[in-house]
């Protein structure tokens, strides 16, 4: 479906998607690291996902009924490694949906992914504490505590930088290795 498309680069720090735009497009990661996150009424960023390579991204475009909507809310999404990404429009992806029952059911399975991690992510903040979080983020996606600042990561798992530096230090405590490296923490 899109290996015809063409790629757009985007640098560490560059926008896919600006929390105040209202876009028409998604984008479909063929490599980097980007995190989605949210503005609340002052401003301050909230951590949604952090999205790599063969995933899809959207910010206030939300998909209903075969239409745009929900562009009032404040969504957007930053690379945080260079990334290369193909833009689709989100009419487009409507026509190829309704054209083709393999990519109907290729965005259904996509659509049901995402639907799960989101539920197990607000499950996750209501009934884990801060270090079950850090612990279970560190066995399914180890990678991201080399490639994503660890400011983002406390903002993630919905701590302060502090808060996740003690975590960290009393990890690595009780696994007997001593004293944890951590990265500054900015």
């Not at 075969?66 to 930053?78: F, K, Q, S, T, Y």
Request: proline residues 4%; aromatic residues 6%.
């Amino acid at each position: 479906m899109l290996d015809a498309q063409p790629t757009e680069a985007f640098a560490t720090g560059n926008a896919l998607i600006a929390p105040d735009a209202a876009p028409t497009h998604v984008w479909y990661l063929r490599s980097g690291l980007v995190r989605v996150y949210s503005l609340d009424h002052d401003g301050a960023e909230f951590n949604h996902d952090f999205v790599g390579a063969a995933d899809w991204v959207f910010g206030r475009v939300i998909w209903r009924d075969g239409a745009i909507c929900c562009v009032d809310r404040a969504i957007g999404a930053v690379a945080l490694k260079p990334v290369r990404a193909v833009r689709v429009g989100v009419a487009e992806l409507a026509r190829r949906r309704d054209a083709d029952p393999a990519i109907a059911a290729y965005l259904l399975d996509r659509l049901m992914a995402f639907t799960a991690r989101r539920l197990e992510r607000e499950a996750d903040l209501v009934q884990r504490s801060a270090e079950e979080r850090y612990l279970a983020l560190v066995a399914r996606r180890p990678e991201l505590l080399d490639e994503v600042p660890l400011r983002e990561i406390a903002a993630w798992l919905g701590i302060t930088p502090v808060a996740l530096s003690r975590i960290r230090r009393r990890v690595a405590s009780k696994k007997g290795t001593g004293a944890v490296t951590d990265r500054c923490i900015k």
